[in-house]
């Protein structure tokens, strides 16, 4: 085991900076100012995508994928310079796959706010000095107002299908809502109509955590040295946000009351449940921005599909586009009466679909065979 100081510290910022390596990275540049919902503008934006196969001449085989709080471009391939994780969806997208690149052409972009390539809180402003503090607050809509620009500049007029499960989810209903002209078929994971008072108190336990650490500095921390971030605050709410992402009939099958090795939990040592998610805190420090998780999961609490269209009832009867629903049987965070309201609203939504899975909210990145039916299915009808 190695000892303490070998360990990296953690960087004051997991942010994609300039200068790092590309990866699979493309950008689109938005030189134009963008008005924000909540008021106030972003004078210009950056935004990072990755794509699979080829576009067809007519942009009609194009295929919109939305990633959740801390995903980002890299749906499909290995880690390596520029990703830090391989594909969160490795599995789905590929040649012979669901999202077949032989047939398809697949974009992910990364969410503007988001700190993998895009415009967010560790981006530098008009001076050259890090967003931070400053960075403004994004709504769903915005977020999507920047993917449609990205759309246009690539020339896809049309989605054949947009897909997202939660805070993805949220973008590809608002997709669907506001561009029902531009969204063919819709599959939609593990979200909602609008954020839960439930929802929200968890985002915002989650920000106050990141927000109360004293190296936090009102979000002026992008150029502290290693170590003296606000990690700690970051990965205290990654801890408090993976209790919501699992089962609890999951993490007693797997830990149950064991301590972590030969740790003694009386004597200063662990159980094997608190060192998963010390494993994913520290995971996460290095490959995330504080201020972006403040930002998206205070982006996500503003999630409401009925604000100014008349309630969520009228917005949802705006979808046009075939459409698939899908929960998680033992998801929690967001439960399946959720997305029940979300079938029952949409006028061409088939029934309810359930990803039969122990492992929570996280199912719909887990079950990729039972995702990866519920896309062929709408491909192919």
Same mark, same amino acid.
């Given at each position: ?12 910022? !997991? ?37 699979? #196969? ?31 994780? @391989? ?6 997208? #590929? ?25 967010? @809180? ?7 000095? @890090? ?36 805070? !993805? ?65 970051? !990965? ?24 972590? #090795? ?64 899908? #929960? ?54």
């Amino acid at each position: 085991m190695p000892t303490p100081s070998a360990v990296p510290l953690p960087p004051a910022s !997991g942010a994609w900076r300039e200068g790092d390596p590309p990866g699979r990275r493309q950008w689109h540049i938005r030189e134009k100012p963008l008005a924000l919902e909540a008021g106030g503008e972003l004078p210009r934006v950056q935004v990072a995508f990755e794509t699979w #196969g080829e576009r067809a001449p007519d942009g009609s085989n194009a295929v919109l994928v939305l990633h959740a709080l801390t995903g980002d471009s890299h749906v499909s391939g290995s880690a390596g310079p520029g990703h830090p994780t @391989p594909g969160w969806w490795n599995g789905l997208v #590929g040649p012979g796959l669901a999202l077949d690149t032989d047939r398809w052409f697949v974009i992910a972009p990364n969410v503007l706010g988001g700190c993998q390539g895009s415009t967010g @809180p560790a981006s530098p402003r008009p001076d050259g000095r @890090p967003w931070g503090g400053a960075f403004p607050r994004l709504t769903q809509r915005d977020q999507v107002a920047v993917e449609a620009d990205l759309a246009e500049a690539v020339g896809i007029d049309r989605w054949a299908l947009v897909i997202g499960g939660s805070m !993805g989810g949220m973008r590809a209903l608002e997709w669907a809502v506001s561009y029902p002209e531009r969204t063919d078929a819709l599959l939609l994971l593990a979200t909602t109509a609008a954020a839960s008072a439930e929802q929200i108190a968890w985002a915002k336990v989650q920000s106050h955590a990141v927000r109360d650490d004293p190296r936090w500095h009102g979000g002026d921390y992008h150029d502290a040295e290693p170590g003296l971030g606000p990690h700690a605050g970051l !990965g205290l709410a990654r801890r408090i946000a993976h209790m919501t992402y699992r089962s609890e009939p999951e993490l007693q099958a797997r830990f149950g009351r064991s301590p972590q #090795g030969s740790e003694d939990p009386w004597d200063g040592g662990r159980y094997q449940v608190e060192s998963y998610l010390d494993h994913h805190a520290a995971k996460l420090v290095h490959r995330f921005d504080a201020g972006s998780y403040v930002a998206l999961s205070e982006a996500m609490n503003t999630h409401d599909i009925g604000r100014g269209r008349g309630g969520a009832s009228a917005a949802l009867r705006r979808v046009t586009a075939r459409t698939l629903v899908a #929960g998680v049987s033992s998801d929690r965070l967001y439960p399946p009466s959720q997305q029940a309201e979300l079938a029952a609203g949409i006028p061409r939504a088939d029934h309810l679909r359930v990803i039969e899975s122990p492992y929570g909210h996280d199912g719909f990145l887990i079950e990729v065979e039972q995702v990866a039916g519920l896309v062929s299915e709408l491909l192919e009808s």
